[in-house]
C-alpha cells in the first residue's frame, strides 16, 4: 500500500462498533422515508423570551425548545398510534406510554437516553431531565438502563448547525423526528413578505407500518403545537 505510511489504523470502539451494527439495522430491516415540514418558532421564542427568567428561577432549570417538542411529539404519537408501535414478526405491538429518546452528544459520540413516561411530565420536568441526561453523558455516567426501551425518538442537529437532514430510525421504533436550526426566514403571511425564524423538521418513519398521509399528519400536528404553545398548555 503505497500510502501506508502516511495512515492511520485505529480500533473501532465499542460503542462505535454497536450504533454501527443498529444503524446497518436499521437501514436492512425497515422500510424507511423521510418526510419534511417547516415550523414557525416565533411564538415558542416569544414565550420563553417573556418567562425564561422566572421559570429559571422558580424550577432551576431553562425553558429550551427540547421540551415542547417532546409534548408536541406525544400529542402528535397520541393522535397516530402508529407511530409509537413496533412490528415483531407478523404482530404489531401498539404502546400505550410515551418513552421518548433524546439523542445527545456523549464523551464517545451520540447515545439516546429516554425520557421515561414523558407524557405525565411537567415542561420543567422535561427540561431538568434532558439536562441531567446531557451532563450525565458528556460525563461518561449514563447505564445502560437509560439508554434501552424508547418507544420514539427526537435528536436535534440544529445544535450543531445542520439546516436539514433525514435521520434514522432507532431500530426497533417505527418512527424519529429530527429537528435542526433556526434561520430567519422571508416567508409569505396574509400576501405579505415577512422575515420569521423558521425551523425545518423532518419525520423518518417506517413504511410496512406507517403510511405517507399519517406521516406528513404527524409533522403537521407538531407544526401546530409548536407554533400555537398554548395548545400545550390548555391540553387541545
Same mark, same amino acid.
Given at each position: 500500500?503505497? #500510502?501506508? &505510511?502516511?495512515?492511520?489504523?485505529?480500533?473501532?470502539? /465499542?460503542?462505535?462498533?454497536?450504533?454501527?451494527?443498529?444503524?446497518?439495522? *436499521?437501514?436492512? #430491516?425497515?422500510?424507511? $422515508?423521510?418526510?419534511? #415540514?417547516?415550523?414557525?418558532?416565533?411564538?415558542?421564542?416569544?414565550?420563553?423570551?417573556?418567562?425564561?427568567?422566572?421559570?429559571?428561577?422558580?424550577? @432551576?432549570? !431553562?425553558?429550551?425548545?427540547?421540551?415542547?417538542?417532546?409534548?408536541?411529539?406525544?400529542?402528535? $404519537?397520541?393522535?397516530?398510534?402508529?407511530?409509537?408501535?413496533?412490528?415483531?414478526?407478523?404482530?404489531?405491538?401498539? !404502546?400505550?406510554?410515551?418513552?421518548?429518546?433524546? *439523542?445527545?452528544?456523549?464523551?464517545?459520540?451520540?447515545?439516546?437516553?429516554?425520557?421515561?413516561?414523558?407524557? !405525565?411530565?411537567?415542561?420543567?420536568?422535561?427540561?431538568?431531565?434532558? @439536562?441531567?441526561?446531557?451532563?450525565? &453523558?458528556?460525563?461518561? !455516567?449514563?447505564?445502560?438502563?437509560?439508554? +434501552?426501551? @424508547?418507544?420514539?425518538?427526537?435528536?436535534?442537529?440544529?445544535?450543531?448547525?445542520?439546516?436539514?437532514?433525514?435521520?434514522?430510525?432507532?431500530?426497533?421504533?417505527?418512527?424519529? $423526528?429530527?429537528?435542526? #436550526?433556526?434561520?430567519?426566514? /422571508?416567508?409569505?403571511?396574509?400576501?405579505?413578505?415577512?422575515?420569521?425564524?423558521?425551523?425545518?423538521? &423532518? $419525520? +423518518?418513519?417506517?413504511?410496512?407500518?406507517?403510511?405517507?398521509?399519517?406521516?406528513?399528519?404527524?409533522?403537521?400536528?407538531?407544526?401546530?403545537?409548536?407554533?400555537?404553545?398554548?395548545?400545550?398548555?390548555?391540553?387541545?
Amino acid at each position: 500500500r503505497p #500510502n501506508a &505510511a502516511r495512515e492511520e489504523r485505529v480500533r473501532m470502539t /465499542p460503542l462505535r462498533k454497536r450504533v454501527a451494527e443498529r444503524l446497518l439495522q *436499521a437501514q436492512s #430491516n425497515a422500510a424507511l $422515508l423521510t418526510t419534511f #415540514n417547516e415550523v414557525d418558532m416565533g411564538e415558542v421564542m416569544a414565550l420563553r423570551k417573556k418567562y425564561n427568567d422566572k421559570f429559571q428561577a422558580k424550577h @432551576g432549570v !431553562k425553558l429550551g425548545f427540547m421540551s415542547f417538542f417532546i409534548r408536541a411529539s406525544v400529542e402528535a $404519537l397520541k393522535a397516530f398510534p402508529q407511530i409509537n408501535a413496533e412490528i415483531d414478526g407478523e404482530d404489531v405491538i401498539f !404502546k400505550h406510554y410515551y418513552d421518548i429518546g433524546v *439523542a445527545v452528544s456523549g464523551s464517545r459520540g451520540l447515545v439516546v437516553p429516554v425520557v421515561r413516561d414523558a407524557d !405525565k411530565l411537567s415542561l420543567a420536568e422535561l427540561e431538568k431531565t434532558v @439536562g441531567d441526561y446531557g451532563g450525565r &453523558a458528556r460525563n461518561d !455516567k449514563l447505564t445502560m438502563s437509560d439508554l +434501552t426501551g @424508547g418507544t420514539f425518538t427526537i435528536t436535534n442537529g440544529g445544535i450543531f448547525g445542520s439546516m436539514l437532514s433525514t435521520p434514522i430510525l432507532n431500530p426497533p421504533q417505527t418512527g424519529i $423526528l429530527g429537528m435542526h #436550526n433556526i434561520v430567519e426566514r /422571508p416567508v409569505a403571511r396574509d400576501g405579505q413578505v415577512v422575515i420569521r425564524p423558521i425551523m425545518y423538521i &423532518a $419525520l +423518518t418513519y417506517d413504511h410496512r407500518l406507517v403510511d405517507g398521509r399519517e406521516a406528513v399528519q404527524f409533522l403537521v400536528r407538531v407544526k401546530e403545537c409548536i407554533e400555537d404553545p398554548e395548545r400545550l398548555l390548555l391540553d387541545i
